[in-house]
């Protein structure tokens, strides 16, 4: 039967006709395994995505400067400057004038000629702290009333000069201990030295207190009540300080050179400040009113001096220097320079003291030694003297036991 059916052509008909497969069309095929414009760059931004950048590569340590600058407002920030010169050159004006405050109000001045004739150097410290902006200045004014106000003036300088080493003393004794925290920093940073404009130049007792100074403190000269002086007066007189100054070979703040990298306005700003040395300055704290504008000056009838004007004199730049560009300059070369040098010098003696002990003792052990090595002569001595009485009596001992008696009866 078998054999029959397939013997029949219609099964084998059937039989040679296979079943079609399932293919999917090309245009699909390639739809679905060819990715698209937008799916390749979807893929192209997850791959950039994934691949490291230079931010992913960042450490960390460049903010640092941020780190140190959030911890140094924190903290705050000390200067200390001392003001010295004659009575009535303005120095309480002028420090009035730099920090719009009063400062002396409470000041009482001599009454009577013999008070200046017998008057001494006094040291007057005022204290205030002043902030701007978030950042905290604590100020120390070091005011010296009474300097070379006495007819003797030959020892005006030495309150000065001890108040220096005192601070100096004070910070080495307190980095020294065991406690070394917040230590507080109260030596002077710089010395604003007033300098009269009646004179022509410095004074004897200028150059000798300046000389007294300028290996301890930082000095700036200034040329007090500039107002005094017509341009032509206060540019010779500035000339005539500056050859006296090379001259006497004194060492005032020398300004730090400019970095390459600084930009040409801040490099000629410090040109500015260089070539204004000494500053020519003038200090009022009146307010006048000058073509409808308040501004602080003095009003005389030939017209009217602006404190802030930098045609009319210094005190801005002296300001700008003193606060805003090299305040940290000057603490920084009072800590390297001034302090270290204070510091060698007080080790020295300390060595030299030291040594000076070492040898006074070493002397008086060696007198010691001495008087040690007299009395064992005097001792042995006094020892083979008895020995020689013992050897002396046992020899009279022994003459009398061999010697032969005497008869008592005499026969």
């Not at 309480?92 to 001494?120: C, G, M, V, W």
């Amino acid at each position: 039967m078998f054999r029959n059916l397939k013997a029949d052509p219609k099964f084998s008909r059937c039989q040679e006709k296979e079943p079609a497969k399932r293919t999917r069309p090309s245009d699909m095929t390639d739809r679905q395994t060819r990715p698209n414009a937008a799916s390749r760059k979807l893929e192209l931004s997850k791959l950039e995505e994934e691949k490291p950048s230079e931010d992913d590569e960042f450490i960390g340590f460049a903010t640092l400067p941020d780190q140190v600058h959030r911890k140094a407002v924190k903290r705050g920030f000390e200067f200390s400057f001392m003001v010295v010169g004659e009575t009535g050159l303005g120095k309480s004006t002028l420090i009035n004038s730099l920090f719009l405050t009063d400062l002396y109000k409470d000041r009482k001045f001599p009454t009577h000629i013999l008070d200046n004739a017998e008057q001494t150097t006094d040291i007057e410290r005022k204290q205030l702290e002043i902030e701007e902006k978030g950042v905290k200045v604590r100020l120390s004014v070091v005011d010296t009333p009474g300097f070379s106000e006495a007819l003797n003036g030959d020892e005006s300088w030495k309150p000065i000069i001890d108040y220096v080493d005192r601070q100096f003393e004070q910070y080495y004794q307190a980095e020294s201990g065991v406690n070394r925290k917040n230590i507080q920093d109260s030596r002077v940073h710089c010395c604003l030295y007033f300098i009269s404009p009646y004179g022509h130049g410095l004074k004897p007792i200028d150059i000798f207190m300046m000389k007294k100074l300028h290996h301890k403190v930082n000095i700036i000269p200034l040329i007090a009540k500039s107002d005094t002086l017509t341009p032509k007066e206060k540019a010779r007189l500035k000339s005539k300080i500056l050859d006296q100054i090379e001259e006497n070979q004194l060492d005032i703040y020398k300004f730090p050179e400019c970095d390459s990298d600084e930009d040409e306005e801040f490099k000629e700003q410090d040109k500015e400040l260089k070539a204004a040395i000494p500053f020519a300055v003038v200090g009022s704290n009146t307010v006048v009113e000058v073509a409808g504008k308040k501004v602080r000056g003095r009003m005389y009838q030939w017209g009217i001096v602006e404190v802030e004007n930098p045609a009319h004199c210094d005190f801005v730049k002296l300001r700008q220097m003193l606060i805003s560009t090299h305040m940290q300059d000057l603490k920084d070369i009072t800590s390297d320079i001034h302090y270290e040098n204070y510091r060698a010098e007080h080790l020295e003696a300390q060595m030299k003291h030291s040594t000076r002990e070492r040898t006074k003792l070493k002397r008086e052990s060696m007198m010691n030694l001495g008087k040690l090595e007299d009395t064992d002569n005097l001792i042995a001595q006094k020892d083979a003297e008895i020995q020689r009485m013992q050897e002396m009596l046992a020899k009279m001992q022994a003459q009398l036991q061999t010697s032969p008696r005497t008869a008592v009866n005499g026969t």
